[in-house]
């Protein structure tokens, strides 16, 4: 009992060392991982930032959306290491920003760029990175190692001093006691307690061995696990990676789709088609637009280098001879087939007309808005047969919703160019109507008034001379009393075209202003000037002998003209000038009509 009392300590002891050594050791092991871990967590969230939030960032900078940058800056913030983050807006301003109370050990300034905006930039993203706040994780998980490696010491220690004392104190102090009786059997009863001792040992040495062997296959097993969970692991990151380029890529052309102009969309979907196509791992990558009477227009193909194309030959098909291909994508929206063999017989001539055409398995997507079928969106496999998995299929239905919506945009685009351009022929019929007399195509009485001004201002201000004519057809109602008002437009017609010969010269401004009333405006002519033009014309006009047997002034149509020249000490605007005119020729009727007054010159003579 004295001997094994000793032995009992030693072994608490050795135990004791072994396990803080052994903590020691994890300690140290978890310190090294945990710094390295440190470093590369702040290397990598950088790249996290680029991959994950900077395309939406760059969305929703260039939508001018808060909200969206507020939850963007956020989920930044919350990545490990980041204590600070700021958006700046393109002059350096910070727009943004949201902090952690620690120091900083990292700065990075991240452009935030869109494709829209090509090369230069729309703000700039400020990330402040810290060690410490990675440190102060890394001693808390420390810590907590070692609160739990001490209670497993402990329990480790008092299980083994129960150990100690069931298994091997108390044998020995019975085989002490034995070993102390007087009498002649102690020697074989201590035999006896030997070969039982031995006995144990070896049974303990057994059930060792299984607990190892047990033990090894555990590992074992844990090994395989590990390496299945690696798999798992490289396969899901795969996976992410795939569906980070995806989204991406759809949020790229979405945006380049919607910002492009009419007549860039063609090549724009012939870039998608292509990123789709190689993106998928298909062969052949297409879009078929549907016109209203359901036929088969202007196709759009990708191909893969070395596969033909065979886009051109569905060029003006009609959709209602397909009998099961075409009547399932717009049932059901999406068809996918592994195999040709899997349609049903009544698609035997399309199965057929595919075959002759290299296709050994194909997924297609319609393109309809509130029931129009709009196009078609499809992949074709050529080299090899292909099991479509969802994932695929959602990415088909998702680039088909994307180039549905461009198709729409490209027939709402030419919807409005074609009600622009109808509003612009009617707008120019309107100022037609509004600025041009209707029966005789000289300018409208609103013309002249707009040209009276201008001529008047430029006259005043570069002391150029200006003259203003008013012409009225003598006793014009008579006129149309006699002979009609058919006549009397032909008449007037007639009298227009006079007038526009006799002033082709000059660069007047030719007026109907009333019914039988026109105005001549004569920019840069003087009063002599004008006075000559306009008696002139009062004889032309006599001299076309146009009947008019009701006038009392001749047997022809005649006219009375009065003159109006500019003169600024006299005329201070252009309603002075043109009432100068009116005076005048009312002087003409009162004279006895048929004649031109000038207020130049006084009264003129009749013929």
Known sequence: ??????????????????????????????????????????????????????????????????????????????????????????????????????????????????????????????????????????????????????????????????????????????????????????????????????????????????????????????????????????????????????HQMVSEMSSRLVQLDHADVEGEIAIALSRIGNLLDVDRCYLFRVTPSLRIRHTQEWCRTGIPSTAHQYENYPLHESAWFVPQLIKQQLVALSQLEDMPPEGHNERMRFAAHGIQSMAAATLSYQGQVLGFFGCDCVLQKRDWQDKELTLIRVFSEMLCHTLLQCQYRQAHDATRTALAVAHERLDAMVNIDGLTSLASRKTFQQQLLRAYKHARDSGQALSLLLVNIDLFCDYNACFGHVEGDHCLIRLADQLKQHFAQQSAVISRLNGDEFGILLPGTSADAAYSLAESLRQAIWQLGIPHISSSVSTCITVSVGIASLDPTQHDNANTLQEAAAHCLHQAKQLGRNRVISASHGYGAST
């Open 1 to 246: 009992m004295k001997l094994a009392k000793p032995l009992a300590r030693q072994w608490l002891i050795l135990s004791v060392a072994a396990g803080c050594a052994f903590c020691l050791l994890v300690l140290g092991l978890r310190f090294y991982l945990g710094s390295q871990l440190q470093q590369q967590l702040l290397q990598r969230v950088p790249l996290q930032v680029q991959q994950q939030f900077m395309p939406l960032l760059a969305q929703s900078v260039w939508d001018v959306d808060p909200a969206m940058e507020q939850r963007l800056l956020q989920g930044i913030h919350s990545l490990d290491g980041v204590t600070e983050v700021s958006l700046l807006n393109s002059r350096g301003q910070v727009r943004l920003s949201l902090t952690k109370p620690l120091p900083a050990s990292h700065r990075i300034e991240l452009p935030v760029q869109s494709a829209g905006t090509g090369d230069q930039p729309l703000g700039t993203l400020r990330l402040s990175l810290s060690l410490r706040s990675l440190e102060y994780t890394l001693w808390q998980d420390i810590a907590q190692t070692l609160a739990a490696l001490v209670l497993a010491m402990l329990l480790l220690t008092w299980l083994t001093r129960r150990y100690l004392h069931s298994q091997i104190l108390a044998p020995l102090a019975t085989l002490a006691t034995r070993w102390q009786r007087p009498d002649h059997d102690v020697p074989q009863l201590a035999q006896n307690e030997i070969d039982q001792l031995d006995q144990t040992l070896q049974a303990y040495d057994k059930a060792g061995k299984v607990q190892l062997q047990h033990a090894r296959q555990t590992c074992l097993e844990l090994t395989q696990q590990r390496d299945h969970l690696s798999s798992l692991l490289a396969m899901r990151t795969a996976e992410l990676e795939q569906l980070s380029r995806f």
